[in-house]
């Protein structure tokens, strides 16, 4: 395939299964996250009586089906089972039924698609964290009978999106970035500049996972750390770890940017780039003015 070819944009065209396959594959990893625990004590459960004991304890607190058996002489029942079956299907799926929107960044290649599929997920967490919000909102307010859940999972939804989107952003060039002399220097330095920043979102990112990722994977995931309040959603053993995972990502598609960006003809910047014409006419017709 050609490189014309490859990065010739296909266009969101806001089909149904654009919302639907980012729902599921949350719907399942949302499922799947919540039960780790029976996924710990069914493939590698500890060693130590008193964690196994406390992490059995954890599952059958936390577990949404008690009363469904668990299958294969373990701990997790058929839903663990398939949402943990369905999470890398709906994942190709949405990899490759993926579109582009036409304020999207345009020059992509086929491995970008993971990561603009992680921008859908991002954009379903957002209208999540709204409807918890607006039902919080919604129950605190009118029928004066507030949950103790709500604040917390949009406090961890919250983590997920910021995460997320940092993948997002990398991948659609939107990072803060300050061209004053990017923009004057000739196209040589400027991919000089690209691979530098690439190396040291590279070191960066080493340099994190090799100093945490035993305190994060072995402390905190493991041992499947709790939140420690009324709710009590496991925030640090899913958010740390997913920490670690998305920088490394990123540092991938921060090298996949220099690559698909090192023949592209250069690009001068101006304030009026940071101009939305759609919105100026918005504001114009809201005022009135011609």
Not at 11 to 25: D, K, Q, R
Not at 164 to 188: N, T
Request: proline share 6%; net charge negative.
């Amino acid at each position: 395939m050609t490189d014309t070819a490859e990065r010739s944009p296909i266009i969101s065209t806001g089909a149904l299964i654009e919302w639907i396959v980012p729902f599921a594959f949350l719907l399942c990893a949302g499922w799947a996250v919540w039960h780790t625990p029976a996924y710990i004590l069914s493939f590698i459960p500890p060693a130590n009586e008193s964690l196994l004991e406390q992490m059995s304890q954890l599952h059958y607190r936390k577990d949404v089906t008690p009363d469904m058996p668990a299958l294969f002489g373990g701990y997790a029942d058929i839903l663990d089972w398939l949402s943990l079956v369905l999470l890398p299907i709906i994942f190709v799926i949405g990899v490759r039924t993926v579109r582009i929107a036409p304020m999207e960044f345009q020059d992509w290649r086929k491995i970008d698609k993971i990561a603009i599929f992680v921008g859908r997920i991002t954009m379903i967490l957002i209208i999540s964290m709204t409807l918890v919000m607006l039902y919080e909102v919604f129950l605190r307010y009118a029928i004066e009978a507030p949950t103790l859940w709500a604040n917390e999972l949009t406090l961890w939804l919250g983590g997920y999106l910021f995460l997320l989107s940092g993948l997002y952003a990398m991948q659609q060039r939107c990072h803060i970035r300050i061209f004053l002399l990017y923009d004057v220097v000739p196209r040589w330095m400027q991919r000089t500049f690209d691979v530098l920043g690439a190396l040291l979102i590279c070191v960066f990112a080493v340099f994190l996972i090799f100093g945490s990722y035993k305190q994060v994977f072995v402390t905190k995931f493991y041992r499947w750390e709790m939140f420690g309040t009324a709710f009590d959603p496991p925030i640090p053993a899913t958010v740390q770890p997913t920490i670690l995972i998305v920088v490394a990502l990123i540092a991938i598609q921060a090298v996949i940017n220099v690559i698909s960006d090192w023949n592209l003809e250069p690009v001068t910047h101006s304030a009026a780039d940071d101009i939305d014409e759609d919105e100026l006419e918005m504001i114009k017709k809201s005022v009135g003015s011609d």
